[in-house]
């Protein structure tokens, strides 16, 4: 695991009051947008302004991603002139459908990184799951390509392919929640959840992003900063399953030095799941640390 991504803003990149609000916030990664958030009208002028925050290196040692347009629009085109220089960690491609939608987004990158003088595979490729046909498809997206390094589940997208209704939890999210999740994780890379957009629902935040995270998932898409700090206790393991993980690991490395076959804890065997288990928590605790430091 490389990346901590357990809570990604989304910042409209044509607004610099947003911009200048993101700058101390402490996501652990931010989302230019360039589609969704901002007018067609607004969308050279939101390129513009975040080529000068760029051109200044605001947002230096960040882990920094722009929200393009679909393929085969003149935006995205232009979207892309913005990355200049290795600050952008890669895009987040709304509206994959299909591994066909990430061989063309691949071919644009690789275009980039050669006018940017960027080794190819730098720009990493973050795809939107928000249509039915992207979840039936998420599997083969999944694994498409070594630039995907994250899943996207875009909920109210979906919601819209499939006509269905938002309640409160949307039921119609329980599936393709689940896919997403599972496929991500088939192939290593990390599932991230919809936005939560009752932005003043503390406690309905936490209840569903804590079931997320049951199911698999490593953050969620924000929309609001008051949000980062609920994203974090949702999606970083407690002092307490830290501290047993780490015991767990240790434990595991005095058997293999004393000889033992078997480890132990507290009189408890140490099967093969637990180990497994208690590294995964021990990579997300050493990330949090490094991001801290």
């Known amino acids: 695991m490389k990346y901590l991504l357990r809570s990604m803003l989304f910042v409209p990149a044509y607004s610099e009051k947003f911009i200048d609000k993101a700058i101390d916030c402490d996501a652990d990664a931010i989302i230019f947008d360039m589609e969704d958030s901002v007018p067609p009208t607004k969308r050279a002028e939101a390129r513009q302004i975040l080529s000068g925050y760029l051109e200044k290196k605001t947002f230096s040692g960040r882990q920094l991603f722009i929200r393009v347009n679909e393929l085969e629009t003149e935006d995205l085109e232009e979207d892309l002139k913005v990355i200049q220089d290795g600050q952008i960690l890669g895009i987040v491609a709304p509206k994959i459908r299909n591994t066909e939608d990430i061989d063309a987004f691949v071919k644009k990158l690789e275009e980039c990184e050669a006018r940017c003088g960027l080794e190819e595979g730098t720009l990493k490729i973050l795809p939107l799951i928000e249509t039915a046909d992207a979840v039936l498809n998420v599997q083969s997206i999944a694994g498409s390509n070594e630039r995907v390094i994250a899943l996207l589940f875009g909920g109210e997208d979906f919601l819209d392919s499939i006509w269905g209704r938002h309640d409160y939890p949307p039921k119609a999210f ?89 480890a132990t804890l507290n009189g408890k065997m140490i099967g093969p799941p637990m180990r497994k288990r208690a590294q995964k928590v021990v990579q997300i605790a050493d990330l949090i640390k490094a991001k801290e430091k």
């Open 174 to 262: 329980d599936v393709p929640r689940a896919m997403v999740a599972m496929a991500a994780r088939m192939h290593g890379i990390l599932p991230i959840d919809t936005p939560y957009l009752d932005l003043k629902n503390e406690e309905g935040f936490k209840q569903e992003e804590r079931e997320s995270c049951s199911l698999g998932y490593a953050g969620i898409l924000l929309v609001n900063p008051r949000q980062i700090p609920w994203a974090h206790e949702c999606f970083t393991p407690s002092e307490e399953e830290i501290a047993e993980a780490r015991a767990i690991m240790e434990a595991v490395e005095n058997a293999k030095t004393t000889g033992g076959s078997i």
